[in-house]
């Protein structure tokens, strides 16, 4: 059976950015399973799987465009000291939950100061190139409630 919408999935991967370090990987352990066509993966991603089958393999290098977006200045933020949860250490590269108009998300802290720390919610992927080593372990039709929640029930479902 081919990948396609609303097909069940399961690849193992190994993520790495240009130099070589490997960012992510599936190895070792479960493989990711998703619901295609639902954007529970990156674009670039997704469409390079489009049409796969079980057995098959495949490296793709996909741009930022099509990954997790292009870093935004704009969402790099100096915040003093004072709003930051009281009594955790901060150093720099420490990852936050923030609430924001979208929700939760993730901050990276980024610069350090006597009463201030610069906060970077761009997402760690952004801006750049992501190369993906992936085999396809299975592919399934999805059951009707994993298509109406767009995610896997069961087996190994989680979000990237």
Same mark, same amino acid.
């Given at each position: 059976?081919?990948?396609?919408? *609303?097909?069940?999935?399961?690849?193992?991967?190994?993520?790495?950015?240009?130099? @070589?370090?490997?960012?992510?990987?599936?190895?070792?352990?479960?493989?990711?399973?998703?619901?295609?066509?639902?954007?529970? /993966?990156?674009?670039?991603?997704? =469409?390079? +799987?489009?049409?796969? &089958? !079980?057995?098959?393999? +495949?490296?793709?290098?996909? =741009?930022?465009?099509?990954?997790?977006?292009? &870093?935004?200045?704009? #969402?790099? !933020?100096?915040?003093?000291?004072?709003?930051?949860?009281?009594?955790?250490?901060?150093?720099? $590269?420490?990852?936050?939950?923030? &609430?924001?108009?979208?929700? =939760?998300?993730? %901050?990276?802290?980024?610069? /350090?100061?006597?009463?201030?720390?610069? +906060?970077?919610?761009?997402?760690? +992927?952004? $801006?750049? *190139? #992501?190369?993906?080593?992936?085999?396809? %372990?299975? %592919?399934?039709? !999805? =059951?009707?409630?994993?298509?109406? *929640? @767009?995610?896997?029930?069961?087996? $190994?479902?989680?979000?990237?």
């Amino acid at each position: 059976m081919q990948i396609k919408k *609303h097909t069940v999935a399961a690849i193992q991967y190994t993520l790495k950015d240009d130099s @070589g370090e490997v960012i992510d990987s599936s190895s070792g352990g479960e493989p990711l399973t998703y619901v295609h066509g639902v954007g529970g /993966l990156i674009p670039g991603l997704e =469409a390079e +799987l489009d049409g796969k &089958r !079980a057995g098959d393999a +495949l490296k793709v290098r996909i =741009a930022p465009a099509q990954g997790y977006g292009e &870093r935004d200045e704009n #969402l790099v !933020a100096r915040v003093p000291r004072s709003q930051m949860p009281s009594g955790a250490p901060l150093e720099v $590269g420490m990852q936050f939950q923030a &609430r924001g108009p979208e929700g =939760a998300q993730v %901050v990276t802290l980024v610069r /350090l100061e006597d009463d201030a720390v610069w +906060l970077d919610a761009n997402h760690p +992927l952004a $801006g750049m *190139h #992501l190369n993906f080593e992936v085999s396809v %372990v299975s %592919v399934r039709a !999805a =059951a009707p409630e994993e298509i109406e *929640h @767009g995610h896997v029930h069961g087996e $190994g479902g989680h979000h990237h």
